[in-house]
C-alpha cells in the first residue's frame, strides 16, 4: 500500500487530517471506541498502581467523588487519569485509522514548538490579566471570587510538594483534554463534513459538561472557552494556541489554590462552579488573546492547511537555478 494514502492532501485544513485515502465511513467511529476502550484500560491500571502506592505511603482512600482521602494524592490521580487521554487517542489515530499520530497536533504533522512557545508567552500575559479584572470586578461587586475554605498560608514545604506535582502533571492534563475536545472530536466530524463548525460546538459542549453542571456562569464561561480555542485551532492549523492557554491558565489556579490550607479540597476551584466574575472577565480576554495570537501566526507565517511537499523541494532548486 502506498505510504502516501496514509498522509492527509496538501491544502487539507485542520478538522479534515483524519479523512486520508484510508478513510472508511466507520473507521473514526471504531477509533473512537478503540480510544474510549484504551483509555479506561490505562486509568485501570494507573488506578491499581496509584492505590498500591497509596496504601505503602499509608494514604487512606477517599469517600464519595474523592479517590484518597489526601487532597494532594487525590489531585494527582484525577490529573493522571484525564492525562492519560492523550496515549488514547495518539494510539487509536496510529493503529485504527493508521494514520500519522502528528496530523492530531498539527496540519504539519507534529507540534510546532517555537509557535507553541510564542503562545505560551501570550498566554501568560492574558491569564495574568485575566486575574486581575477578576480581582478588580469582584472588589467592585463586593462578592467573592473563588471562596476558600481557608486564607492560611499553607506553608511552603506543603506548597513545594504540591508545585511539583502539578507542574509535572497539569499540562499534561491540560493537553491531554485539548488533543480530546478541540482535536479528536472535530477531527471525527471532519471525516463527515466540510465545516469545522459542528466538531468545534459538539467537542464545546462536551468539554463543559464534562466539569459538571456548576453554575449557569462556569457553563457559558466552559462554552466561550471552548469555542475560541476552537477557532484558533482551525484558524492556525493546530492545537499549539488551545494548549498554550490551557496549561497557563490551568497551572496558574491550580497553583494559586495551592498556597491556602485545604485550597485543593476546595470544590469551587472547578471551572463548572466558577462565579459570574470569571466570565466576564474571559469574555474580554478570550477575544483579546486570539486577536494577538492571530496576528502573531501571520506574523510568524504559521501554515492553516497541510504544505505541499513537492513545493518545497522544489524552492531549492528555483533558487540555484
Same mark, same amino acid.
Given at each position: 500500500?502506498?505510504?502516501?494514502?496514509?498522509?492527509?492532501?496538501?491544502?487539507?485544513?485542520?478538522?479534515?487530517?483524519?479523512?486520508?485515502?484510508?478513510?472508511?465511513?466507520?473507521?473514526? #467511529?471504531?477509533?473512537?471506541?478503540?480510544?474510549?476502550?484504551?483509555? #479506561?484500560?490505562?486509568?485501570?491500571?494507573?488506578?491499581?498502581?496509584?492505590?498500591?502506592?497509596?496504601?505503602?505511603?499509608?494514604? *487512606?482512600?477517599?469517600?464519595?467523588?474523592?479517590?484518597?482521602?489526601?487532597?494532594?494524592?487525590?489531585?494527582?490521580?484525577?490529573?493522571?487519569?484525564?492525562?492519560?487521554?492523550?496515549?488514547?487517542?495518539?494510539?487509536?489515530?496510529?493503529?485504527?485509522?493508521?494514520?500519522?499520530?502528528?496530523?492530531?497536533?498539527?496540519?504539519?504533522?507534529?507540534?510546532?514548538?517555537?509557535?507553541?512557545? &510564542?503562545?505560551?508567552?501570550?498566554?501568560?500575559?492574558?491569564?495574568?490579566?485575566?486575574?486581575?479584572?477578576?480581582? &478588580?470586578?469582584?472588589?467592585?461587586?463586593?462578592?467573592?471570587?473563588? *471562596?476558600?475554605?481557608?486564607?492560611?498560608?499553607?506553608?511552603?514545604?506543603?506548597?513545594?510538594?504540591?508545585?511539583?506535582?502539578? &507542574?509535572?502533571?497539569?499540562?499534561?492534563?491540560?493537553?491531554?483534554?485539548?488533543?480530546?475536545?478541540?482535536?479528536?472530536?472535530?477531527?471525527?466530524?471532519?471525516?463527515?463534513?466540510?465545516?469545522?463548525?459542528?466538531?468545534? !460546538?459538539?467537542?464545546?459542549?462536551?468539554?463543559?459538561?464534562?466539569?459538571?453542571?456548576? !453554575?449557569?456562569?462556569?457553563?457559558?464561561?466552559?462554552?466561550?472557552?471552548?469555542?475560541?480555542?476552537? $477557532?484558533?485551532?482551525?484558524?492556525?492549523?493546530?492545537? *499549539?494556541?488551545?494548549?498554550?492557554?490551557?496549561?497557563?491558565?490551568?497551572?496558574?489556579?491550580?497553583?494559586?489554590?495551592? =498556597? $491556602?490550607?485545604?485550597?485543593?479540597?476546595?470544590?469551587?476551584?472547578?471551572?463548572?462552579?466558577?462565579?459570574?466574575?470569571?466570565?466576564?472577565?474571559?469574555?474580554?480576554?478570550?477575544?483579546?488573546?486570539?486577536?494577538? $495570537? #492571530?496576528?502573531?501566526?501571520?506574523?510568524?507565517?504559521?501554515?492553516?492547511? =497541510?504544505?505541499?511537499? =513537492?513545493?518545497? #523541494?522544489?524552492?531549492?532548486?528555483?533558487?540555484?537555478?
Amino acid at each position: 500500500m502506498n505510504s502516501h494514502n496514509h498522509a492527509p492532501a496538501a491544502g487539507t485544513p485542520y478538522h479534515r487530517l483524519a479523512r486520508t485515502m484510508l478513510h472508511r465511513w466507520w473507521l473514526p #467511529l471504531a477509533a473512537t471506541l478503540v480510544a474510549v476502550v484504551g483509555w #479506561l484500560l490505562l486509568t485501570l491500571n494507573a488506578g491499581f498502581g496509584l492505590g498500591v502506592a497509596a496504601s505503602l505511603a499509608g494514604v *487512606e482512600l477517599g469517600t464519595g467523588d474523592l479517590l484518597f482521602a489526601d487532597p494532594l494524592w487525590d489531585n494527582a490521580a484525577w490529573l493522571l487519569m484525564l492525562a492519560l487521554l492523550l496515549p488514547a487517542v495518539l494510539l487509536a489515530a496510529r493503529l485504527v485509522q493508521r494514520r500519522p499520530v502528528g496530523t492530531l497536533s498539527s496540519v504539519t504533522g507534529r507540534l510546532r514548538r517555537r509557535w507553541l512557545l &510564542v503562545c505560551l508567552g501570550v498566554a501568560v500575559a492574558a491569564t495574568l490579566l485575566l486575574f486581575g479584572l477578576i480581582t &478588580v470586578f469582584t472588589a467592585v461587586s463586593g462578592s467573592e471570587a473563588f *471562596e476558600s475554605t481557608s486564607a492560611a498560608w499553607v506553608g511552603w514545604p506543603a506548597f513545594l510538594a504540591a508545585a511539583a506535582m502539578l &507542574v509535572l502533571l497539569v499540562p499534561l492534563q491540560a493537553a491531554a483534554e485539548e488533543y480530546v475536545f478541540r482535536g479528536w472530536i472535530p477531527q471525527v466530524f471532519g471525516c463527515y463534513l466540510r465545516t469545522p463548525w459542528v466538531g468545534i !460546538t459538539v467537542g464545546g459542549l462536551l468539554f463543559a459538561l464534562s466539569h459538571g453542571l456548576g !453554575t449557569p456562569w462556569g457553563f457559558a464561561d466552559l462554552v466561550l472557552f471552548s469555542l475560541v480555542l476552537g $477557532v484558533l485551532v482551525i484558524r492556525t492549523g493546530g492545537l *499549539e494556541a488551545a494548549i498554550a492557554l490551557h496549561v497557563v491558565n490551568n497551572l496558574f489556579f491550580f497553583l494559586f489554590s495551592a =498556597t $491556602v490550607v485545604d485550597g485543593l479540597s476546595d470544590t469551587t476551584t472547578n471551572a463548572g462552579d466558577a462565579p459570574w466574575a470569571l466570565l466576564a472577565a474571559e469574555a474580554i480576554v478570550l477575544p483579546l488573546y486570539a486577536w494577538v $495570537v #492571530l496576528r502573531l501566526s501571520r506574523r510568524f507565517r504559521i501554515a492553516r492547511t =497541510t504544505p505541499d511537499p =513537492t513545493r518545497r #523541494l522544489a524552492e531549492p532548486a528555483a533558487t540555484t537555478a
